[in-house]
């Protein structure tokens, strides 16, 4: 059987940071560094998955002679000879007990901040650790991801809530976007970490990764997130397109009671909906003790789900509701599941209120383009020195390109404020005491300071009135 590859963290960087010890000024104490977001597809980020990464790598003794000794060897033939920084992570190992001596503060997690302010700062509380701080730089750095997912997710729960006070029910926009992510994501932890981030927006998800990921590192003891039986293209060729009819139908056998989701479009979705669903099929769905809910899994969205919409509203007929908008028969709704993004989202909840329909009627499942189609560059993420301390005295650290001059870095020790409805990074110096600063010590020599919930984080993330974070 094919062993597992222990975890080494002192080669979890990238290869130029082990010649970057070398490289400081003579005298160096410190590095102090930051995260932030300098813009991007959103105006705000809502801030996320931090915890995640220092309980899985960074809790506890982390480092052992063991680890500094492989990494030297392979160091040694990967640039090499005396290029590795043996005695710094053997000081780590002997005096700290392979515990990292430095000192990480993060805004709470859930905050929604504005970019280009500063999210996290991280610094070495071991003068001889100077260059750990920009070490960690490469696995600190990946929260950029949740962060990102969690923004995208919680970008389109605004543009949903809009949608349904203006055309129906916003106590249901728990369950209106759907995680379909699973099988379009590069790992089994990316798919972990982006669906735990867009169920701090939702509760529907099939990606079963990201509640694990909650109950394991989020102290949860809820079910986070929540799916219901579904039909796959395979559940229903698999009769054969003759036999279509039965194979819609052994779904509301085989699940009498509840929500059952039926993938429609195997060959032809309209006639799916009319034929079989709308005539065949309609009194057992009327009489099931549950809703049904139709799937198109292809085509343009707008004009796929509002052609599907006019067919069962026909069938099976609709309400108007207070707001002077079509809501379907309640027995049966629809979910596009196919081609769904942000802008397909609102390009369709827009023609759905053009045509007058409720929001109420539709869900949306949503799988690449909410788990994997994004980058660092989605919300130009960075990690950037800001300040250093050479022989007792502080120095600011940045750069200003004089090309890329949106790539110009903060300078100096930074603290996040929230007043009058806006957010600000400010600077500070070493040791004075702001209570008006978000950034709050979470991390500090091996140890969680700050252990936040799901619950917690949820709450968080949702503005009150007043636009003050909850």
């Not at 109950?215 to 949860?220: I, L, N, P, V």
């Not at 028969?329 to 979910?335: A, Q």
């Not at 993004?341 to 799988?367: C, E, K, P, V």
């Amino acid at each position: 059987m094919l062993k597992t590859e222990p975890r080494n963290l002192v080669l979890q960087t990238d290869s130029y940071k082990f010649t970057h010890w070398k490289q400081y000024p003579p005298g160096t104490q410190h590095v102090y560094s930051y995260l932030e977001s300098r813009g991007g597809m959103f105006p705000q980020t809502l801030f996320f998955g931090l915890q995640y990464y220092l309980r899985k790598y960074l809790c506890g003794s982390v480092v052992n002679e063991e680890d500094v000794l492989e990494a030297q060897q392979f160091v040694d033939r990967h640039i090499a000879p005396g290029i590795f920084n043996v005695d710094g992570w053997m000081h780590i190992v002997r005096a700290h007990g392979g515990r990292l001596p430095v000192v990480i503060k993060a805004a709470p997690e859930g905050s929604l901040v504005d970019v280009q302010n500063v999210l996290m700062t991280i610094e070495n509380t071991d003068p001889q650790c100077f260059w750990l701080t920009n070490y960690l730089e490469t696995l600190l750095l990946k929260v950029w991801y949740p962060i990102t997912v969690a923004t995208l997710s919680q970008s389109i729960r605004r543009v949903v809530v809009a949608a349904l006070q203006r055309s129906g029910d916003p106590s249901l926009i728990d369950f209106k976007l759907h995680d379909f992510g699973y099988r379009g994501v590069s790992s089994e932890e990316t798919a972990g970490i982006g669906a735990a981030a867009h169920l701090i927006n939702f509760k529907g998800t099939d990606t079963v990764a990201g509640i694990r990921v909650l109950q394991q590192f989020y102290q949860s003891r809820e079910m986070e997130g929540f799916s219901i039986p579904a039909a796959e293209h395979s559940t229903v060729t698999a009769w054969g397109r003759e036999n279509e009819a039965q194979a819609y139908e052994n779904m509301l056998t085989q699940f009498p009671e509840g929500l059952v989701a039926v993938v429609s479009d195997s060959y032809n979705v309209y006639e799916a909906c009319e034929k079989l669903w709308g005539e065949l099929l309609r009194e057992k769905v009327e009489h099931r003790a549950g809703t049904l809910v139709v799937r198109p899994d292809s085509g343009k969205p707008r004009e796929v789900v509002l052609k599907v919409l006019e067919i069962l509203g026909a069938k099976f007929g609709y309400e108007t509701n207070a707001k002077s908008y079509r809501v379907l028969n309640s027995k049966i709704r629809v979910i596009q599941g196919d081609g769904v993004n942000y802008w397909t989202i609102l390009d369709t909840l827009t023609a759905m209120n053009r045509a007058g329909w409720s929001a109420d009627n539709i869900t949306f499942g949503m799988g690449g383009a909410l788990l994997q189609q994004l980058n660092r560059d989605t919300q130009q993420f960075a990690f950037k020195c800001s300040n250093v301390t050479v022989n007792g005295e502080d120095r600011d650290v940045f750069k200003d390109p004089v090309e890329g001059r949106d790539k110009a870095s903060k300078r100096g020790r930074l603290a996040l404020h929230f007043k009058n409805g806006e957010w600000n990074t400010v600077r500070q110096r070493r040791g004075a005491e702001d209570p008006d600063d978000r950034l709050k010590p979470v991390f500090q020599d091996g140890e969680l300071l700050v252990t936040q919930s799901v619950a917690e984080v949820r709450r968080r993330s949702r503005l009150d009135e007043s636009g003050q974070p909850a």
